[in-house]
C-alpha cells in the first residue's frame, strides 16, 4: 500500500459545481497536510496548508483533514474554468519531507 | 512574497552532455532546498534535500555521483545531471523552506525546469 493515495481523475465538472478532492494515507504519524494547485508544465502552488485535524477556509476552498479516518479533502466551491489544473495532495511528519499523493486532474467546462 | 525561481526554464542537450540547474529564493533567505522530479502524469518524487553549506542527502536510488547538489549561499542551490541520458529527461522542480520554518513545514515550490536528452 503506498503512503498516499489519490484518485487521479479526470474529473470534470460544470462551471459552478462544487468539487470534491481526496486523499487516503496510511502513515499515522503525519501532522501536515497541504493541497497544491499545479498547472501545466508548472511548478506546484500552495493553496492550503491544515496541521492536525479539522477544517480550514479559504474564499471558495475548504480543506478538512479527518486524522482517525486517515482521510483528507479539498472543496471547491463555485468551481471555475481557471480551477482546471492538477491538484495535488501531501503530508508530512515534523523535520522529514513531503510525500505526494499522485494528482487529480480537474477539468472546469464553462 | 516567498518566490523561488528556477533557471533554465527549458533545456535540451545531447546525452553524455552535462546541465545545471540552478534554484533561488528571490525574497527570503532558505536554510534547506529540496529537489524534486516529474515524469508526466506522476507525483513529485523527492531526489535530495540540500542544506546550506554542508552535503546533500539523497533519497534510496538517487544516484549521488550523477545528481550534483551545491547549496552555497542561504538563496543558491544547484543541481548538475552529469553525463545525462535520455531516461534521465523528465520536470525538475525545486522548493526552499524559509529561514527559521520548524520542521520544513512550509516548503515554496520553484516554477519547474523540463530537461529533455537527445
Known amino acids: 500500500q503506498k503512503e498516499v493515495e489519490q484518485d487521479p481523475g479526470p474529473l470534470s465538472v460544470p462551471e459552478g459545481a462544487i468539487v470534491s478532492l481526496n486523499c487516503t494515507y496510511s502513515?499515522?504519524?503525519?501532522?501536515?497536510f497541504m493541497w497544491y494547485r499545479q498547472y501545466s508544465r508548472k511548478g506546484p502552488e500552495l493553496l492550503m496548508y491544515?496541521?492536525?485535524?479539522g477544517n480550514k477556509e479559504d474564499g471558495r476552498f475548504t480543506a478538512q483533514v479527518d486524522k482517525s479516518s486517515k482521510y483528507i479533502s479539498l472543496f471547491i466551491r463555485d468551481s471555475q474554468p481557471s480551477d482546471s489544473a492538477t491538484y495535488l495532495c501531501a503530508m508530512k511528519q515534523a523535520g522529514t519531507a513531503l510525500i505526494f499523493g499522485k494528482g487529480t486532474t480537474l477539468s472546469v467546462s464553462s | 512574497g516567498a518566490v523561488v525561481s528556477q533557471h533554465p526554464s527549458w533545456v535540451i542537450c545531447k546525452s553524455g552532455t552535462s546541465v545545471k540547474i540552478e534554484c533561488r529564493s528571490l525574497?527570503?533567505?532558505?536554510?534547506?532546498m529540496f529537489w524534486y522530479r516529474q515524469f508526466p502524469k506522476q507525483s513529485l518524487m523527492l531526489m535530495a534535500t540540500?542544506?546550506?553549506?554542508?552535503?546533500?542527502?539523497?533519497e534510496q536510488g538517487v544516484e549521488k555521483d550523477k545528481f550534483l547538489i551545491n547549496h552555497a549561499s542561504l538563496t543558491l542551490s544547484t543541481l548538475t545531471v552529469t553525463s545525462a541520458h535520455p531516461e534521465d529527461s523528465s520536470f525538475y522542480i525545486c522548493s526552499a523552506s524559509p529561514l527559521g520554518t520548524s520542521g520544513h513545514n512550509e516548503q515554496f515550490f520553484g516554477p519547474g525546469t523540463r530537461l529533455t536528452v537527445l
Open positions: 491544515t496541521y492536525s485535524s
Open positions: 525574497d527570503f533567505q532558505a536554510t534547506t
Open positions: 502513515n499515522s504519524a503525519f501532522q501536515y
Open positions: 540540500s542544506n546550506e553549506g554542508s552535503k546533500a542527502t539523497y
